[in-house]
């Protein structure tokens, strides 16, 4: 069993930067490939970004590319995306999700078998 726990949400202007992370239980993070979607209201979960195990390989939403960086220490268990240029559209619930054992950076949301309970992230115009 994996437990994920999203922190650093809040409130910021559009045009600032924000930092989530994610803390893994577990010790055999290093195998997990990690994911962040967000659910904004009204609509359906989507895709944000994806690291693979060693954190040699990303992949990110053309919406957020450029602006957005995922990132990983397998030391501290942790998982973190790096939000700058942030924007109003960018106001969702944002989760962390895990795949343990997975080979390749993954962006379906069926790929992952862990997920976080949600940190909220609102920018305000």
């Known amino acids: 069993q994996v437990q994920l726990v999203e922190s650093g949400g809040g409130l910021v202007q559009a045009g600032g930067s924000l930092r989530v992370s994610c803390a893994a239980s577990?010790?055999?993070?290093?195998?997990?490939?990690m994911g962040w979607f967000r659910q904004a209201p009204g609509k359906e979960r989507e895709f944000v970004a994806a690291i693979s195990r060693s954190g040699g390989s990303t992949t990110y939403a053309d919406s957020v590319k450029g602006r957005f960086t995922i990132s990983r220490d397998n030391a501290k268990n942790t998982v973190y995306l790096q939000m700058n240029s942030l924007k109003p559209e960018d106001t969702a619930v944002y989760y962390c999700a895990a795949d343990p054992g997975g080979l390749y950076v993954r962006i379906r949301q069926n790929e992952y078998n862990y997920w976080g309970q949600g940190t909220q992230v609102t920018v305000s115009s």
């Open positions: 577990g010790r055999t993070f290093s195998s997990y490939t």
